[in-house]
């Protein structure tokens, strides 16, 4: 009996993933330059935290002392890397929820601040795109990245801060964006809606700067994640070709970027974007779909279409 559809590409999909990313014991020991309870007696929220760079961003501030709270789709994912936090001795406050819905967002912040009375960063991770060439977009597909991307962002960005104002007490925000500096072609959606929280952010952070509410944005380039796995491999292989370094990042750059806006290593940085992309920004190449043969320099001046 020929296997089902659905189920051979979870299969390739799991066998692509082994390649990529890092197990919950080698992240749990990767060293850091922070000390020890750094963030003890704060709470930070980081959305999309079931895997990836979202994995993790929580698990370090879990490491530093934060106590958590935590979102994503996959319920199951979300419950495992609860239990990887927790092992930190931190709280955790856990819910499954698209940030699409505002109404679950706001629900999420105020079980927040019942649970702990209050949140003191909120990390903008969570987000998702798919390699597809422009002139192919269906308008749901179009939709669904620039609706998660961007307006999930965004309502996550005006709960908090509402909250805070309320509250009469600051915040800081941190938002993960991308690497839009040179356009993103084979992800132009997602070009799209993070140039948009790029600039949402710098916007509110002078709006936002007397209420003592922090802004700033944290854009990866090529980091290495199991999400490497979505992509095509002549896409995926780009990517350790985009930068000068010729390799990926790995999460704890991006995590540990996220920790220096929060502490106050970073009191005085708003409306800025860190950019870790080991210097694709003036340099790179990545082709998320793969790099078309008009692009191809290798194959000479008399190259056709």
């Known amino acids: 009996m020929a296997k ?7 299969d390739r999909t799991k066998e692509a993933q082994k390649r990529f990313g890092m197990t919950e014991a080698r992240l749990a020991a990767l060293p850091t330059v922070f000390r020890p309870g750094l963030f003890a007696g704060k709470t930070v929220l980081v959305s999309g935290a079931g895997s990836g760079l979202g994995r993790a961003i929580a698990l370090l501030f879990a490491r530093l002392g934060a106590d958590l709270v935590i979102c994503g789709r996959d319920g199951a994912r979300l419950a495992q890397a609860e239990r990887l936090f927790r092992r930190q001795g931190v709280d955790v406050l856990s819910r499954a929820m698209t940030i699409r819905d505002p109404a679950a967002v706001h629900g999420l912040i105020d079980a927040a601040w019942d649970r702990f009375g209050g949140l003191d960063v909120v990390v903008n991770n969570a987000g998702g ?3 597809q060439m422009a002139l192919d977009y269906t308008v749901k597909g179009w939709q669904a990245v620039i609706d998660t991307n961007l307006n999930g962002t965004w309502h996550m960005m005006q709960a908090a801060a509402r909250r805070w104002v309320k509250a009469k007490r600051g915040g800081n925000i941190i938002n993960i964006v991308s690497d839009i500096w040179r356009g993103q ?11 948009g929280v790029i600039y949402l952010s710098k916007s509110v952070a002078v709006e936002w700067t007397p209420h003592a509410i922090r802004v700033n944005c944290v854009a990866p380039g090529c980091v290495e994640t199991t999400a490497f796995a979505l992509y095509p491999d002549a896409g995926s292989r780009t990517f350790y070709e985009s930068n000068p370094m010729h390799r990926a990042g790995d999460v704890q750059d991006v995590a540990e970027a996220c920790c220096y806006l929060a502490a106050d290593s970073g009191k005085f940085v708003t409306g800025e974007v860190i950019t870790i992309d080991g210097g694709q920004q003036m340099w790179g190449d990545p082709w998320p779909t793969g790099r078309p043969a008009y692009f191809d ?3 000479g001046p008399n190259r056709k279409r």
């Open 297 to 299: 320099l290798s194959r």
């Open 185 to 195: 072609p084979g992800i132009a959606h997602t070009c799209a809606a993070r140039a």
């Open 4 to 10: 089902d559809p659905a189920k051979r590409k979870r």
């Open 129 to 131: 795109q798919f390699p």
